[in-house]
């Protein structure tokens, strides 16, 4: 009878703790470890290694993230990477995976999972999209094949270890990536925050801490230099994921094959020449992300006086305000004739409106001679340098300095 009771308890034991004993919040910050290198194998070798092929990994990192994706969350390399790169290549269209513009952000942020999970049944876009991914034999035979034996030994694993409340530790395992990557990268990264860079598509930086997401937080400078190993590019943006890439290159298991490019100058130039065009247009999101704050220095010199019109509302300037950082090829008829009305009240938001305008389409005259272009960046700066306007002024400096 002693021996039956001593063996129920120990049952009982297991069951509530498992074989390692941890407590309620060593089980907790297991957890969030176990996330956190399920995020860093996503951001790492899923987005920029495979789908991106913005650094080389070794071997062992890359078998290694590939059995941990396979472990915790089902994930086949070919399926992830070829609907992120056909997100890319049909961004905010009807036939994107995952756009919130075109399937509503409550679909995506909610149904996430079920949506990238459908379209890994397009054999078109695996086809199209999935070269280049791992075809050796333990892709083929174990993780393709058998995709989800992984997240069911990771069930017993947990249970094992923690007893009933690996049931718990599971779940999250299991919920972790449908929220954070197919909800909110997917979802909220495409519907609110705030943009270095006004690029062609509706990506957004969430948040400057790239952290609990691997860095992909930083989601419009993702989507403007896609294929950059770093997804940072202000000062006081962290991106984790970088930190562990930098960190796997010093020990020679990683090489980054590609970064956003980054603008270099050559002070006291007089005039602007070839090398100062390559740069521009090598370098037009910066040049675009920098005009758009001397447009705001403008706002802010010619607002008070715009404040005196009586017939100018307060929430007239305010979304006069934001319609002016917009790209102007993306305004409505609506939101252009609002520009028009306060253009009437300031010639000098109406000229840095214009000469934006003029300035980008430098780099989309692609039937232009070298010389031709030259010559309109140069006519440009004159004209901006004659305009009387200090901001535009001290830009056109700036801009004649790219080299």
């Known amino acids: ?29 297991y957890t969030l470890a176990v996330t956190h290198i399920t995020i860093a194998s996503v ?4 987005h920029r290694h495979q789908a991106h092929r913005a650094l080389d ?20 390399t070919k399926e992830w990477a070829a609907i992120h790169r056909k997100h890319h290549a049909k961004c905010e269209t009807e036939e994107d995976p995952h756009s919130p513009v075109t399937r509503g952000i409550r679909k995506v942020l909610l149904e996430g999972a ?3 999970k459908a379209e890994s049944k397009n054999l078109e876009t695996l086809a199209k999209y999935g070269h280049g991914t791992p075809t050796d034999w333990i892709e083929r035979n174990l993780y393709t094949r058998f995709s989800f034996a992984g997240v069911i030994s990771l069930l017993f694993i947990n249970v094992a270890l923690f007893g009933v409340l690996g049931l718990t530790v599971w779940a999250v395992q299991m919920m972790w990536i449908p929220v954070m990557a197919a909800g909110i990268i997917n979802g909220i990264g495409h519907w609110w925050g705030y943009r270095n860079y006004d690029c062609a598509d509706a990506a957004t930086n969430i948040i400057p801490f790239g952290i609990l997401i691997g860095g992909e937080e930083l989601h419009n400078n993702h989507h403007t230099f896609a294929t950059s190993a770093r997804l940072s590019s202000k000062w006081y943006e962290i991106d984790i994921g970088w930190c562990y890439i ?6 020679g298991l990683a090489k980054v094959k590609k970064l956003a490019p980054a603008p270099r100058f050559e002070m006291g ?41 009586a017939e100018l509302e307060k929430r007239f300037l305010k979304s006069s305000r934001k319609l002016l950082q917009r790209e102007p090829g993306k305004l ?3 939101q252009k004739q609002q520009l028009v009305e306060l253009f009437q009240h300031s010639k000098a938001l109406e000229t840095m409106h214009q000469m934006r305008v003029e300035l980008a389409a430098i780099w989309e005259r692609s039937h232009f001679t070298r010389d031709q272009l030259l010559q309109q ?17 001290e830009f056109s400096m700036r801009l004649r300095s790219y080299a």
């Open 1 to 29: 009878m002693n021996l039956f009771s001593v063996t129920l308890q120990d049952v009982l034991g297991f069951l509530s703790s498992g074989i390692t004993g941890f407590s309620n919040w060593q089980v907790f910050f």
């Open 43 to 46: 951001t790492i070798y899923l």
């Open 57 to 76: 990994l070794h071997a062992l990192p890359s078998h290694f993230f590939r059995f941990w994706l396979w472990l915790t969350t089902a994930q086949v």
């Open 114 to 116: 079920e949506l990238y």
């Open 246 to 251: 930098r960190g796997l290159e010093m020990l």
């Open 269 to 309: 130039k007089v005039e602007a020449d070839l090398e100062t065009l390559q740069s521009v247009i090598a370098n037009r999101y910066d040049v675009m992300a920098k005009y758009a704050k001397s447009l705001k220095r403008t706002w802010r010199d010619e607002v008070e006086t715009l404040k005196t019109k």
């Open 332 to 334: 409505e008829a609506p």
């Open 377 to 393: 960046l140069q006519d440009w700066c004159a004209r901006a340098e004659a305009s009387g306007i200090k901001s535009l002024q």
